[in-house]
T-cell receptor
Framework: GENVEQHPSTLSVQEGDSAVIKCTYS??????FPWYKQELGKGPQLIID???NVGEKKDQRIAVTLNKTAKHFSLHITETQPEDSAVYFC????????????WGAGTKLIIKP | NAGVTQTPKFQVLKTGQSMTLQCAQD?????MYWYRQDPGMGLRLIYY???????DKGEVPNGYNVSRLNKREFSLRLESAAPSQTSVYFC??????????FGPGTRLTVT
């Protein structure tokens, strides 16, 4: 079955700098890769996603890149702000599993003022 | 978390007690999911329902049952709670393009 590994487990960056979180997946048939942000005491919130027919997707300060050959995808946050502090999760799924999500273990992002 | 509501927000049970976690949506989506999240871990799928009247097991179904009585509501039942079921439980719904949206969660402690 699918396995998703996420690194690093904790990331501390200076406000204004960029942050990069990386995930690898094992199932080459996976074709949908969302990223979620979870603030303390809340449910995960979808922030961006990418499908296997696309290599990169941007939404303001957030971007996701996908390398199907290497089976890894990354979240890039530029010009980080205090409100970006949260736990970020990557996930992977495939169309023939009813898009069941397999989750990474999460990255705690700390933005230092 | 707009569109997905969960009740209760918090619950403490004793070992062997039963309870039902409720989830309701107002977004008219077919697919609904129940996850559990343990400290320092990602979410694990317990059960899901692709449409009204159908349910399927996820990664960790043992000790749980679900009911999808109508399109809006998807409940999760613990028949005989165990300390290992102490967790935060999230309900989610999925759009036709498969983006999942989560409720605020139920924090369950089993003593």
């Amino acid at each position: 079955g699918e396995n998703v590994e996420q690194h690093p487990s904790t990331l501390s960056v200076q406000e204004g700098d960029s942050a990069v979180i990386k995930c690898t997946y094992s199932d080459s048939a996976s074709n949908y890769f969302p990223w979620y942000k979870q603030e303390l005491g809340k449910g995960p919130q979808l922030i961006i996603d990418i499908r296997s027919n696309v290599g990169e997707k941007k939404d303001q300060r957030i971007a996701v890149t996908l390398n199907k050959t290497a089976k890894h995808f990354s979240l890039h946050i530029t010009e980080t702000q205090p409100e970006d502090s949260a736990v970020y999760f990557c996930a992977a799924s495939r169309w023939d599993s009813n898009y069941q999500l397999i989750w990474g273990a999460g990255t705690k992002l700390i933005i230092k003022p | 978390n707009a569109g997905v509501t969960q009740t209760p927000k918090f619950q403490v049970l004793k070992t062997g007690q039963s309870m039902t976690l409720q989830c309701a949506q107002d977004m008219n989506h077919n697919s609904m999911y129940w996850y559990r999240q343990d400290p320092g871990m990602g979410l694990r799928l317990i059960y899901y329902s692709a449409s009204e009247g159908t349910t399927d097991k996820g990664e960790v179904p043992n000790g749980y049952n679900v009911s999808r009585l109508n399109k809006r509501e998807f409940s999760l039942r613990l028949e005989s709670a165990a300390p290992s079921q102490t967790s935060v439980y999230f309900c989610a719904i999925a759009s036709v393009t498969y983006e999942q949206y989560f409720g605020p969660g139920t924090r369950l402690t089993v003593t």
